[in-house]
């Protein structure tokens, strides 16, 4: 099971987080942890099937409050970085009708505003991602 969520986490970070081609040439040079369009046809064929189906084969693709944590950062240090984000600990986590509603605090002396990103814990989709001024 930790496998599946390994692999559709992935697959979600992948295509959440595409940039141009030269960059993740240089990022695969470096860390030899991707294989792009090495099979090109089966993943379209898959993606399509995907699609159609909407086969997701376990409960929940999150199952619990600190891999939402875990995945929302992930999403989070890239677009706002990291020290902007970890900042706002302790995130409040709210778990409701199988969605994860996050978001950052601020201590009272801090000014600025904070993240909130929602994320569904049956698939992973981010149905929301903002970032208050």
Not at 4 to 23: A, G, N, P, R, Y
Not at 80 to 86: H, L, P, Q, S, V
């Amino acid at each position: 099971m930790k496998l599946l969520l390994t692999i559709i986490f992935c697959f979600f970070i992948l295509f959440t987080f595409s940039c141009d081609k030269k960059e993740k040439t240089h990022e695969t040079k470096n860390f030899n942890l991707l294989k792009e369009n090495s099979n090109l046809e089966y993943a379209k064929s898959e993606l399509k099937s995907a699609i159609i189906k909407n086969e997701i084969l376990v409960e929940k693709v999150i199952p619990d409050s600190q891999t939402a944590v875990n995945v929302a950062e992930s999403i989070l240090f890239k677009i706002y970085g990291k020290e902007n984000i970890t900042k706002q600990k302790p995130y409040d986590v709210n778990f409701i009708d199988d969605y994860y509603v996050i978001n950052g605090t601020l201590s009272r002396y801090k000014m600025g505003g904070t993240f909130l990103i929602i994320i569904n814990s049956k698939d992973g989709k981010v149905i929301k991602l903002t970032h208050g001024k």
